[in-house]
């Protein structure tokens, strides 16, 4: 890796497109179990490696690439869910507070996030509430649920993606990011 570093750092762009393929993927990958959003994660992937490129003469300094790229990686996806929540019209906290991963779980309570999901899903329309159920809570696959419902198991999957977006931004919008993102990644 170091010396695909060093020759990015020259202008190498074949050492570039070589670590944007290594990484896409992966980058690709989290900003969509985050976002559910193909669009937002493609833009997410962009943003990071025109990150890369604008740093590239630090990047031979940069100890661990893999983290200082999952770092930028991170960032960018936090700026994408503001936007997300700021787009589906939920007020934003005021400021984000750092909050460090040990204390999350002591910070709130199952309760209190049980109470705000419920809120959340109540917002849904009444497709996205039956598909997000029979999905989410029920267990059941894209195809059984377009059954039941009638539906194309394409409609279900756009309707489970909307769903997704919308509680995942209502969640943003009433934890501080750092527990929002948290509470995501290890319920949704």
Known sequence: MRELLLRIAEGDQQAYAA???LYREKIYSLAFHITSSVSASEEIVQDTFL???QQQQTLPGIQ???SWLFI???NHIYTTLKKMARDATFPLPEEYEAADITTVETEMDEKE???VLAEALERLSPQQ???YHLLKE???TREAAAAQLGLSPETVKVHLARAMRSVRAYIVARFPLSIALFILWRYL
């Open 138 to 140: 029920v267990g059941m």
């Open 19 to 21: 670590v944007f393929h």
């Open 113 to 115: 996030f049980r109470s």
């Open 72 to 74: 930028v990686a991170r």
């Open 64 to 66: 661990d690439f893999d």
């Open 129 to 131: 509430k039956e598909v």
């Open 51 to 53: 990150k890369v490129w």
